[in-house]
């Protein structure tokens, strides 16, 4: 109680400054999926705290490179400078993401990945002598809280209260889909039509480039799309002259099924951020990689072509261990079939959701991508619907789960070491919650 208090006499928290917001709840330590309280209650973490333990909570080996690397180099300042962590590093991501991008550029968060891939995508066209200073992005979108990063933003619920006076930005509908829409391909042509009527009416002010979350949006309510999709908007962008960047900050490292969405799209994008499960979501680190050709255009005799970013903690050495140990236990523990099994346990409990004329009318769009598994819950009564999301989250927190709803949008996202019962006492509550709020 103590704890609650001083926390309450003092801190800040992201998003929960509703009046009736419970208080925080004081967690010790935490192991796997498992979350456990000052007073020694268990909480099963199935968002893998905001979408960043890949691997779960505390993994040895990642808390074993961390403690070694801090004693030996804790941080140096990255102009001018270099060390072993943030080579291996950029190495070994550069393998693993192929497809020629290879240069890396480390800064803090997935915020941040995305401020420095607009700025790489601004300034390249700059520096090549044709100024672009427009930019595309989806409706729906999220990609952080920084002004950049909110200005490419789609979900205006996260941004509202402020001006978006900085990036001149042009919004496409993003296409989404769901298990048997029968209107996939209406709701493609549509996305694609509409960036046709926008690159038509804004020929004299021609777009640097276009960022997506490729195969799922987030935080603007799981929405996904289809591989398809994302091949035509690549060759049209291309053909435009449009850089494309794929915000990979939530589906990268496993999150669909592949280490990265891309890898199952048939596209790759000349820019991907990076951040989250980098680490094995131990420490805030994120990575903006590119194509070597637009690393090329920054080589110059001016010091006014290079890139004008640089964070106080750009390659910090204990991040980058952190994530070099992380990416080698994909390996080491074929993470992989991790998420394959993960899914398919997903695709058998959603299957009550998808099969038959809307079996559970209230359950609506079930949609599972790799790890990732949702539902939005819809409800024909306005008022009622407006209640449903806060009596989901008591529901959870009740059952000591941290499942947390999106809005009206229920999601599973577990660590890839959760166990199948694990999963199940998850899914058994998202039954038991539906058939309570169809009662
Ligand atoms: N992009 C995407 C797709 C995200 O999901 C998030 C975080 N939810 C961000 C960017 C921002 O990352 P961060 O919160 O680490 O700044």
Redesign the pocket.
Known sequence: RDLIDSDRRCLWHPYTQEKTAPDPIPIASARDATLTTVDGREILDLISS???TAHGHGHPVIAEAIAQQARTLEQVIFAGFTHQPAVDLAQQLGAALGHGLTRVFFS???????EVALKMALHAHQNQGQPRPRLLAFEG??????WG?MSVGGSSGYFEPYLRNGLDVAFIPYPHTWMGDPFVEEKEALSLLQLEEILLHNAQTPFAACVI?PLI???GGMRVCRPEFLQRLAKRLKEAGILLIF?????GFGRTGSLFAFQQCGVTPDII?L??GLTGGFL?L?ATVCQQSLYEAFLGDSFNQALAHGHSFTANPIGCAAAVASLQLFEQENTLSKVSDISSLHQSRMRRYATGKRPHPIAQRPRVVGSMAALDIVAEDAGYQAEIGDRMKRFFREKDLLIRPLGNTLYLLPPYCVTPEQLHRGWDAIDELIEQLEA
């Open positions: 905001w979408w960043v803090d968060d997935g915020s941040t990945a995305v979108g999220y990609h952080g809280d920084t990063a979350e949006q987030g935080a915000d990979e900050v939530m589906t951020c951040s989250k805030p994120s």
